[in-house]
RNA sequence: GGUCCGGUGGCAGAGUGGUGAUGCAGAGGACUGCAAAUCCUCGAAUGCCGGUUCGAUUCCGGCCCGGACCUCCA
């Protein structure tokens, strides 16, 4: 098996990853704030940590990936007030609607999928460890991270403490005793989400719960963290201070991973700014595969435009995957082949991989039983090639008007009424359907 | 202003200190009644200026351009 090596952003160059016990590899990425249908941008990290998680499963003997379900949050909350549907609901619909979009997207779940909600205690329990060891202080109600009290931080993001407060565009709070201070918990008036807490009735802050679900299911130091670009600051830079100065001794995240991020127009597809499509917008433009291949064909770490003319092509290039197997049957043994567990390994060059696929796509079009053995494993290593070439090509629907008019046309054909033939070909066309004909008689497939 | 990441053929997108992958599109050909698919062939690129080097697209410096983050964000 070839070193894995990953781009650490901690240290900002490519290492090889040696995790903590070889016998079971633990990564974190941080969830969905669960108040809205996903986009394509929000669905990129989900899909290339799937991928790392298909990587590392194949690697060592043991995974745990966890991903987190933000369900106590403002918007979610500014979402109910807005329509008058209760949080519960929101959460739980919007939670469903995710999983569904990620799995139409490929994506295998998480080993573990812990909830804010549920670890609301394990959030209080971090907050009070640290005003015990002086990192956090309670004023006003709030319970604040004392920025100045750990001296590492800004190590991840580059950042230094002059910077922040030069940058600060946001008035600073009262209660802060620094402007770069945050909050770990805030007080929750009688119509919002609220828990008990020693400093009266409150919900979490923002950052605090990836630092207590990680720490519950995964432990104080694990091997890998990942997230959106955007996340690094504060979001990531505040887990590693909460966590740090909380478990003193522990390493936290050894190794951070970030994707970038999903451009539209050159710009970041973003809720805010109005520009995106949802997951399901986008799986009525073409199948699912063809949106994974649009994320994964750009490195994770580089930005990548959406585009259908884009999506249009992936699709094209799976055509070409499913019919190389489709024409040439897989022999029986089956290994992911060397150029793609490179490529993989080589921090997750996707785009490399799939050139690969490419090549033994080629060779199991030229009949190499072998080689389409090889890329069905490559691609599926990959979650692509999950679907046969039957129903890739032609669906579930119900068929049997296009054979009817492939029977004509073959009548049509025999009697050398050509117009005719072609004219029954251009009217299932007009309906979506291309017609093959081959040595083997006439097929057809969704145009 | 600060931090960071990029600029490769028409588009997408890798690798590499020594004649620049891969996919899509395009051109020509084979096959086909015509198409589609497949096969063969072809044209086409490393932002600008310096430096290091026998040699740079790759390393270093400067410049120009684009983007992200510094505020909720994947």
Known sequence: MPELRLHNSLTRRREVFVPIDPGHVRMYVCGPTVYDLAHVGNARPVVVYDVLARLLRRLYPRVTYARNITDVDDKINARATASGEPIAAITA??????????????????????????????????????????????????????????????????????????????????????????????PSPAELPGWDSPWGRGRPGWHIECSAMSHRVLGESFDIHGGGADLIFPHHENEIAQSLCAFPGSQFARYWLHNGMLNINGEKMSKSLGNFFTVRQVLAMAPGEAIRMMLLRGHYRAPIDFSENGLADCRKELDRFYRAVER????????????????????????????????????????????????????????????????????????????????????????????????????????????????????????
């Open 93 to 186: 619909r919007t939670t469903a609607d995710y999983h569904a979009d990620m799995g139409a997207l490929g994506a295998l779940p998480p080993d573990v999928e812990p909830r804010a909600t549920g670890h609301i205690s394990d959030m209080i329990d971090i907050a009070q460890r640290l005003i015990a060891s002086g990192h956090a202080y309670a004023a006003d109600g709030h319970v604040l991270f004392a920025v100045p009290s750990f001296n590492d931080y800004g190590k991840l993001s580059g950042r230094n403490r002059d910077d922040q407060i030069a940058g600060a565009r946001i008035d600073v709070a009262p209660y802060k005793r620094d402007a770069a201070d945050f909050v770990l918990w805030k």
């Open 328 to 447: 040439t049957p897989a022999a029986p043994s089956a290994e992911v082949p060397a150029s793609v567990m490179d490529a993989l390994c080589d921090d997750l060059n996707t785009p490399l991989a799939i050139s690969a696929l490419h090549a033994l796509a080629d060779a199991a079009m030229a009949g190499d039983a072998q080689a389409s053995a090889d890329l069905q494993a490559g691609a599926q290593l990959m979650g692509f090639l999950q679907s046969t070439p039957a129903v890739w090509f032609q669906g579930n629907d119900d068929s049997s008007w296009i054979d009817t008019a492939i029977a004509d046309r073959i009548a049509a054909r025999k009697a050398r009424d050509f117009a005719r033939a072609d004219a029954i070909r251009a009217e299932l066309l007009a309906k979506g359907i291309l017609l093959e004909d081959g040595a083997g008689g006439t097929t057809w497939r969704k145009a």
